[in-house]
């Protein structure tokens, strides 16, 4: 008897456990599953947006991590859909990101109110950990014009088309003249500043801070009157005609929209023009979303109105303000569609689970455009207003 109690006493903390364990998990499930459902998602289901969850540990970690938890989970191959940018869609037209809190997302918002997470030395991060990933890899899911931004699909049919209709748009925006110098903060793989030199005959000057870009961009301008700065946007100097800002934004955070507005500010001649190509959001926040801070964009956060409201005002005069988003829709898509295409080339370097998360992030953007919770901004500023007044180009 004497052991039989003592046999009991080993193994009651092990059922106790246990008991929390699945207790936890029927937590976990009935609340995960309840939000799915009310996005129209069943599990198991047999739509296209419908989810299948192969490891039942998918609900704690939704739970606890939200939306880091579910990116991570379909990394692992926890989870699986036929459609995941409709999926994703789903959830975002049911609100379901406003439905929870993770401990990920707290730590976040703390460090972007307690510091400046895109000083020179930490914006680095981004251009190490994302844009030297490789640029055999970014030509073959961006096509010939080598475009990282939203396309323009307006009497588009192909990829290329749209690019090109989109930096073409940037040029008449600018009312680009031959001659004209034009500064470029953030410059990628330098389409654009060729696309400027040669087709509207201006000189250019770039910037960026990703090696890999720069080389790139050297390279595909030889000959141009470009010249291509390895370096930050805040150490742009000298005296322009114009200047553009695509797809730099991002990677700026609300701390330092000031600088960025100065910098294009003090480097433009009077009644001189300034274009800003940004994704934006529909609230204000100052971090971005936990999983793709982790795993694509380090640092990264998306403008409000109200946040770049306040920094062009007293500086320059809005001329025009044009949303694109529905755009980018079409533009990710088609990125992912090269990039799952051309896969089995970069298969043994990169790993199933980058494969995971390349989907995961092309994807759950389109979803996300197209639920129209982001969304994609041209914006046209001029130094001191334009003589005559500005009209607008679409």
């Known amino acids: 008897m004497e052991t039989d109690r003592e046999n009991i006493q080993i193994r009651s903390p092990d059922l106790t456990h246990s008991f929390k364990n699945i207790l936890s998990l029927k937590i976990a499930k009935e609340k995960i599953t309840r939000l799915l459902n009310d996005a129209g998602i069943t599990v198991q289901g047999g739509n296209a947006w419908d989810i299948d969850i192969h490891d039942e540990r998918f609900y704690n970690r939704v739970l606890l991590k939200w939306t880091l938890g579910f990116g991570e989970s379909y990394m692992d191959g926890w989870w699986d859909t036929e459609s995941l940018d409709q999926l994703v869609c789903k959830l975002y037209l049911a609100n379901t990101d406003g439905k929870g809190n993770s401990l990920p997302g707290a730590i976040d918002l703390c460090r972007s109110r307690l510091i400046n997470c895109q000083t020179k030395s930490r914006s680095q991060k981004v251009a190490h950990v994302h844009y030297d990933l490789g640029n055999d890899m970014y030509a073959e899911m961006l096509g010939k014009t080598m475009q990282y931004t939203c396309a323009y699909w307006k009497e588009a049919e192909t990829l290329d088309e749209a690019q090109e209709n989109k930096l073409d748009l940037i040029c008449r925006k600018l009312h680009l003249q031959k001659g004209e110098r034009v500064l470029e903060l953030g410059c990628g793989w330098g389409g654009f500043a060729r696309f400027a030199a040669e087709k509207y005959g201006v000189e250019v000057d770039a ?188």
């Open 207 to 394: 910037y960026n801070i990703s090696r890999e870009q720069v080389k790139f961009a050297r390279e595909l301008n030889r000959g141009l009157p470009v010249t291509i700065h390895l370096a930050d946007y805040r150490d742009a100097a000298g005296s322009y005609d114009k200047v553009a800002a695509i797809g730099l934004c991002e990677h700026v955070g609300y701390k330092n929209y000031p600088t960025l507005m100065n910098v294009a500010h003090r480097c433009l001649k009077p009644h001189g023009l300034f274009l800003l190509h940004t994704i934006a959001n529909n609230f204000t926040t100052t971090y971005c979303d936990p999983w793709f801070n982790k795993y694509i964009f380090p640092e990264g956060m998306l403008p409000s109105v109200r946040q770049l409201g306040e920094t062009i005002e007293g500086l320059f005069v809005m001329e025009d303000w044009h949303n694109f988003g529905p755009d980018y829709d079409d533009t990710l898509l088609a990125w992912y569609h090269n990039f799952d295409r051309s896969w089995d080339r970069y298969r043994e370097q990169y790993g199933e689970r980058f494969y995971r998360m390349w989907k995961f992030y092309l994807l759950s953007l389109a979803g996300s455009f197209r639920a129209r919770r982001i969304q994609l901004w041209q914006i046209v500023m001029s130094k001191n207003g334009l003589p005559g007044g500005y009209e607008s180009v679409r």
